[in-house]
Structure formats: C-alpha cells, structure tokens
C-alpha cells in the first residue's frame, strides 16, 4: 500500500536524507521523501501506525510527521506552482543561495558564503525590476514613470539596471587579489633570490631583516585578502561539512605558524632545521602564493558566474522600459509596468514590442531572431501574434496587449533560463558523493605524508615531512569538481536559450543525451498545423441542407486547429452562422451539438461508431481514395445519418523532412503518433520517409504507448504541440513541446523549441552531447591533477628521482584545474548547432 505524508523541520537537503534513512530502516517499508514539497512517500508491505514512524524520527531530529491532507493539497498546490509554472521560481528573486545547492533550496537575505561548502552564494537575478525614470541633467531627480524634470522641463530617461551583485562579488575579490599580488611578488621575490648565488639582496640587507619584511608583507595577504578562506574552513571544522577549503585553511596556516615559530623563536628547533647561516627556512611565501592563487581561482569563478547571469540580463535588456498608449485616439507614452490586458499600444518603426498581443491594425514585418534565432524578419498582418522583446520593422502598427509582465514569452523564456542555470544535472550526484569522501581521505593522507617522512626521511625530518604534508593539502583541493557541472550547465542553457531552445533544467540535457528514440505528433509538430478546408462533398443528392453553415455554427466553440480551419471556411463562404447548444468536444474523436434544432455531429470514424452511425461501403471506399492522398477526413452527421464529408489539407514543414533525417543519422529512432486515420498517416509517414507509425490514438493511447516503449528499456523523447499532447509529454523521459503550440504542452515539456520545428530537436540533441561532453571533459580535469598530484606531493617520486614538490606548485596545479574547467566550460558558448 502506498501513503503520503507531511514532514515537519527540513529546512536542507541534509535533513531530507536523514529523514529518508530513517524511514528506510523501518521493516517491510520502502520511503521516497522530497524537500520540495515536504512530503514522504511510503510503499509499505503491511500497516505501519503514525506512532512509530514519528519515534523513528524523533531518533533523529526534531522532525515530525503528519498525515494531514488539508496540508497535503496544499503542498500538491505548492509543488504544482513549484513545478509547472515558470512564474513561481523556487528561489525568490533577488535571494542568495548556494551555486552548489547543499542546503537545498535554503535561501538568504545577505550575499555571503555558503555555511555547508564555503562556495560564495549567488544572487537569484531579479528579473522583473521596475524602471526608474531620471533626469540627465540632474540625476538625483528620480520618478517611477515618464515625464519631464521638474527643475529643466528635459524629459526624464529610462535608468538602466543597477549592477548584479554578481558584479560587486567580482569587484570585491578583484580588490583583495590586486593587494594579495602586490605583497606577494616581493615575498615570492626574496624567497626565490635565495637560489641566486651569493645572493645580490643580502648585499643590500641581511637575511633576518628580509625574513621580517616578508612576515609584514604577508599580514594583508593573510589577515585581509585570504582571510575568508580560514572563515570558512574553520566553519567547515566546526560543522564537520569538510570540504575544499578545509584543506586550503590547514595547509596554509600551517605553513604561516611554522614561520612565524622560526622567525621569533628560531633556538627552538634543532639545528638540522637551520641553514649553514644557523637561519630557519620559512613559508611565508608558500602561504601568501597558495591564497593567492586559490583567490584568483575563484575571481574567475566570479566572473564566470558573471558572464552567466550576464546572459540572462542580456535577456531582460530585450524588454523596452515603455511603451505608448493609445487612449482616446490621443498618444501617452507610459512605464511597460503599467500596462493592462485590452490596453490599444502603438508600436513606431525601430522600436522594440513591449509585450505579447495581437496586431488591430497595420502590418509590418518584425525581426523575431531574439527569441526564435532565426534571422529573416516574419511579415505580419492585423491579426497576427507579436510577442515581447521583438524589434519591428520600418511600418508603424496598433497593437492589443494580451499577456503583460511575468506572462508574457520572453519573461517565460528568462525565468526558464535562469532557473535552469541553477538546476543540478544527475551526473553532479557523483561529484557530490566523490567529494564528501575525499577531503576526509586527503587528511588522512596529508597525515600518513607527515608520519612516513618524520621516521624515515632525510634530515632535517620535520621540515621534509611538513612541506609535503602541506604540498598533499593543497593540491587535493578539489574546488574544481565543485564548479565541473554546474559551470557547463549555465554556459549550455544560456547558449540555448539565444538558438531558440528553453531547457527547464539540466536533468533535460541529460536525458535528451541519452535518450534512443523520438516519438512525435503528427499536426502542428510535423505539419504546419495550419490546416486549410479543401473540400466539403455531400452524399445526398438533393440537399436542402447548408452544410457550411451547420459546421461553422457547431465550430465556433471548439479550439481545435481543425475547427478554427471549419469555421474560417464558412466565414469566407459569407454563412451566417447560428448558436449551438449542448455543445460537447470528444477528445481525440469530434464534435457534437444541436444547430437549429438539428443534431449535428462531426468527427472521425470512431465518433460516428461510437453514435452508432453507419457508413455504407461505397462511402466508405469514396473518403479512403481522399485519405491515401494525406488527408484528413471528417465525417459530416446529421441527425444521426452520415450525409457527407470534409476534407482537410495540412501542409508538412519544409524542415521536417531533413530534421528526421539528421536524427535518424544520429542512430535515433523516430516513430509518428497520430490521432488520425490509418491512410492519412500512411502518407505522411512515407513523404517523411518514417516506417513506425500509430495512428488512430486518443491522448491516453499515446501515454501509454510511450509507458510500453519505457518498460522495453527505451529512452523516450516526446515532440508535441498540443493540449492532446501534454499527458504523453509529461510520460516521456523527455518532453519537448513546440513553442508554437499551447501553454499546456509547454508547462509539461521539459524542453521548449520556441520556433517550432524539428530542426530545433536535432541543436537540442547536439547542445545535450556538447553539454555532457564538456562536463565528463571537466570531471576529468578536476580529478586528473589532483589524483596525479597527491602521490607526487606526498613525495613518491623522492625516493627513486629526488624530485619533490613544493607547495607553491601544488598551488598552481590545484588553480590550473579550476581554470581549466572554467575555460573549458565557456567554450560551449562558440559551439555551432
């Protein structure tokens, strides 16, 4: 039996899987618990009370569980908005978290670090930020809409976004690392000099004052420039949440305490410690070069992360900050924010749409390339669709808003991006696990390092086994490993986002990766889902009845593309069309209703077997010869008697030919499902050159096919545009909905193809290989240097070459690998789909 509960006290992903462990432990109970929604799911073998499950997390915490459905629905609710609508991001705009997400979705207030791995939080971008209107001339003039300044009469301008905080993070280290190299490079300078012989700076003055100006030269570098980094290694000790820093903050302030000992209490160690010159040798330089190095790792982790969002506020910039209002026949230009739904806007040549609406007069042709990426501009007429952030062309039009602020598509488009950017992609679950057991591995071998050198290395002992025991910590960092997924991923998604393909998560570009064949609907995925009235052939030979006029009257409540075809025909006919009663739309079969008193029925075969209609052969061989040509039939009844027929014609996309064969080079297999007539379907599928196809599918047909495929051990890509669609797309391993499609199909897919053709699938699936490629190519340069590293810095190759390394270089290899990665990862934004 299976049963939900809600779960009081998790607050991270830590707690969630405290939770689920315990849950597990009871017998004869197997627990799936999620943080968002707070909910367990329990599959039990026999009754488990309420009792004992809340004793078993009392064990663990001050957890407790409820089995409230009130609460239940309302999570449903929660999660739904979580889950569905782009317009209820998880993390709140503006809010810090994790890049890492340790804590789960746990959100601040206040930029920081992240109490779990130390990483700096990111700031969610805000995306929907109210313009300010200000005065060239007299800045501190301010308004929250257009005007003119009060103090020049010059109008007021639109002020651009403020800096992200991003971009502050990024100025902040910039500063601390310009400081951390000024007091550096002298250090570095006269610890080198050393190997120079008879050393031209001790010429100057000797060596114990040098050693002084070195320990004043380390004090910013130590106390204020890398000072966040024994912050949060002492925070990772205290937490036990070990992590890259812990080994960074042992290191070094092992290093910097061993020379300030040698510097102001040098009788203390033994003389196999000091130099012929009775000095010890000292580590301020190894401590100021390896924070100085791990601080420039992550400046360039800063500015990528800046170079991310900056792909998201080059979204936001697409938007106009204004737009003008036509209000009895007089112009007003107002702030985009105020904007209502019905509101009449005019749109003047060169100037961007403000939001998505529909064209009431004039036409014009409109550069649609920042959301779809293509670059021939699309000719529009009265009655067509615009959307936000599109430029228009040289003509002036008058348009109605429809869909304002957070509806509109290119806010859609932004929140999609920028909640992909943060999603994890599965494969990070492995770089997680690898580095909870690494660091404790690493001290344990820094450990062993020192142990093994203090009895059985050269003199002096204790200085060759601390250099290697710090040289061990510091190149095991593994800050790398941290950055290798979530890096590709925001670099893959934003590139997407700028070809006309929205990935809601990283999950997406993984699956899409691997999955082994695409299924796809016929009309509107394949076709142009423009379906146009051929013919209407009657089988009565003295009709007294309108035909056209029956089937546009019955039409004109359906939302069908078929319908809308029907009903545009009879208007072109001149038919006066009537009201319909007891109006009903049978999914995947037809329509019914009552038009001037007559029963009126329209649909396929099966509508008209399900009424108990019949179809005599001589009809029936008449609408197979139209249905082998790839058309698409409806059978036309009145009062229960089959009286005629229409045929309609949908022309294929030009690009659906080749997008299905570029997928079948890929070794894809791509099957067609239709939910109409074998014939039809036939045709089609033999101009597409396709040899799988279903025909004659209602909705739950196509879900369940899609559940077959899954259990033969398929990876299932599904394409479609309509709300027929949205069950099979949420069933597939990976639904991508046509974004010229509905808003339905769009909620359930996981990918998003804004132009609307399968041209977009065959980027999709060469961004998700690119994507994956680059992040197996990152996992292995974050572990490549460190699993070389390790046994070099522990001193393997002493022995045999006499080869050591320093912990300087351990530094540069430890930073070689985070810049690896990081270069590594914004290459995917040159990748040609």
């Not at 403020?162 to 601390?176: F, H, R």
């Not at 991923?489 to 899409?512: C, F, P, Y």
């Not at 009709?543 to 029956?550: A, E, K, S």
């Not at 290899?813 to 995917?828: C, D, T, Y």
Request: aromatic share 6%; with cysteine.
């Amino acid at each position: 039996m299976e049963k939900r509960y809600h779960i009081n006290g998790m607050s991270c992903n830590g707690c969630r899987t405290k939770v689920e462990k315990a849950l597990n432990a009871i017998e004869g109970n197997e627990a799936e618990v999620t943080l968002e929604p707070p909910v367990a799911k329990l599959s039990m073998s026999h009754e488990i009370q309420l009792e004992e499950l809340q004793e078993k997390l009392h064990s663990v915490g001050s957890y407790s569980i409820t089995d409230d459905l009130k609460k239940e629905t309302e999570i449903k609710d929660h999660h739904h908005q979580h889950t569905s609508h782009h317009h209820h991001p998880a993390v709140p705009e503006g809010k810090y978290y994790c890049p890492m997400f340790c804590e789960g979705e746990k959100v601040y207030d206040q930029p920081g670090d992240c109490p779990v791995c130390g990483m700096d939080l990111v700031q969610q971008p805000i995306l929907h930020q109210k313009a300010i209107y200000t005065c060239p001339m007299h800045p501190e003039i301010t308004s929250d809409s257009p005007g003119s300044c009060p103090k020049c009469g010059m109008d007021l301008v639109a002020q651009q976004p403020t800096a992200t905080t991003e971009n502050k993070t990024y100025q902040n280290l910039l500063q601390k690392f310009k400081i951390a190299v000024a007091c550096t490079l002298p250090i570095f300078i006269i610890s080198m000099s050393d190997m120079l012989p008879n050393n031209p700076l001790y010429q100057i003055l000797p060596l114990e004052k040098w050693n002084w100006i070195q320990l004043l030269l380390s004090l910013p570098v130590v106390f204020y420039a890398g000072w966040i980094f024994f912050k949060r290694a002492w925070k990772s000790i205290v937490t036990l949440q070990l992590n890259m820093f812990t080994l960074i903050g042992i290191g070094t302030a092992v290093a910097f305490i061993f020379s300030l000992v040698g510097l102001f209490f040098p009788a203390i160690f033994p003389d196999e410690f000091k130099s012929h010159h009775g000095n010890i040798h000292l580590y301020f330089e190894s401590a100021t070069v390896i924070l100085t190095l791990v601080l420039l790792g992550q400046l360039l982790e800063a500015k990528a992360h800046q170079q991310t969002s900056g792909a998201i506020q080059s979204l936001l910039q697409l938007a106009p900050t204004e737009a003008t209002l036509l209000k009895n026949q007089k112009e007003e230009v107002i702030a985009i924010q105020e904007i209502q739904k019905g509101d009449l806007l005019r749109v003047k040549p060169g100037e961007k749409i403000p939001v998505d609406g529909k064209i009431k007069e004039g036409n014009s042709a409109i550069d649609e390339s920042m959301i779809t990426g293509e670059p021939i501009p699309v000719d529009k007429k009265e009655g067509d669709l615009v959307s936000a952030g599109t430029l228009n062309g040289n003509k002036s039009f008058v348009m109605m808003a429809e869909k304002v602020g957070s509806e509109t598509l290119l806010s859609q488009i932004v929140q999609m991006v920028s909640d992909a950017s943060r999603s994890r992609a599965p494969i990070q679950k492995l770089a997680d696990t690898i580095a909870k057991y690494f660091v404790p591995i690493v001290l344990l071998i820094a450990i062993l390092t020192f142990v093994v050198w203090q009895f059985w290395g050269p003199e002096p002992r204790f200085v060759y086994a601390l250099v290697n025991a710090i040289a061990v910590l510091i190149i095991a960092c593994p800050c790398a490993l941290g950055l290798a997924t979530p890096m590709s991923v925001m670099v893959g998604v934003g590139k997407g986002a700028q070809s006309g393909i929205l990935i809601k998560n990283a999950e997406a570009l993984e699956t899409l990766n691997k999955a082994t064949v695409l299924v796809t609907d016929k009309t509107g995925t394949l076709t142009e889902g423009k379906p146009v009235v051929e013919k209407i052939v009657t089988f009565e030979e003295n009709q007294p009845l309108d035909l056209v006029q029956l089937i546009g009257s019955l039409n004109q409540s359906s939302e069908h593309p078929l319908a809308a075809a029907m009903v545009h025909f009879a208007k072109e006919k001149n038919s006066a069309l009537s009201s319909t009663t007891q109006f009903e739309n049978i999914t995947g079969k037809g329509v019914t209703g009552n038009v001037e008193n007559k029963t009126i029925a329209l649909g396929n075969e099966k509508l008209m077997s399900q009424l108990g209609i019949t179809i005599e052969s001589a009809q029936k061989t008449q609408i197979e010869t139209e249905q082998k040509q790839g058309k698409t039939v409806s059978y036309i009844a009145v009062n229960t008697k089959l009286v005629g027929f229409i045929t309609i014609v949908d022309a294929l996309k030009k690009t659906s030919i080749s997008a299905i064969q570029n997928l079948q080079k890929e070794g894809m297999q791509v099957m067609m499902l239709t939910g109409d007539n074998e014939n039809t379907a036939q045709s089609v599928a033999k101009q597409l050159g396709l040899t799988d196809f279903k025909a004659g599918l209602l909705p739950q047909d196509k879900q369940s096919f899609i559940k077959d495929l899954q259990e033969k051990g398929e990876i299932v890509a599904m394409a479609g545009d309509g709300i027929n669609d949205a069950p099979a797309l949420a069933q597939a391993d990976i639904g991508i909905a046509m974004g010229t499609g509905t808003d339905v199909a769009i909620e359930s897919a996981k990918i998003t193809l804004v132009k609307g053709d399968l041209q977009g699938i065959v980027k999709a699936k060469k961004l998700s290989e690119a994507v994956m490629k680059n992040i197996k190519q990152n996992l292995f340069f974050a572990f490549f240097y460190n699993a070389l590293g390790i046994p070099i810095a522990a001193g393997i190759l002493y022995p045999f070459f006499g080869i050591l390394l320093s912990p300087m270089l351990a530094a540069v290899a430890m930073s070689f690998s985070s810049v690896s990665v990081i270069l590594n990862a914004l290459r995917l934004r040159n990748t040609t789909l």
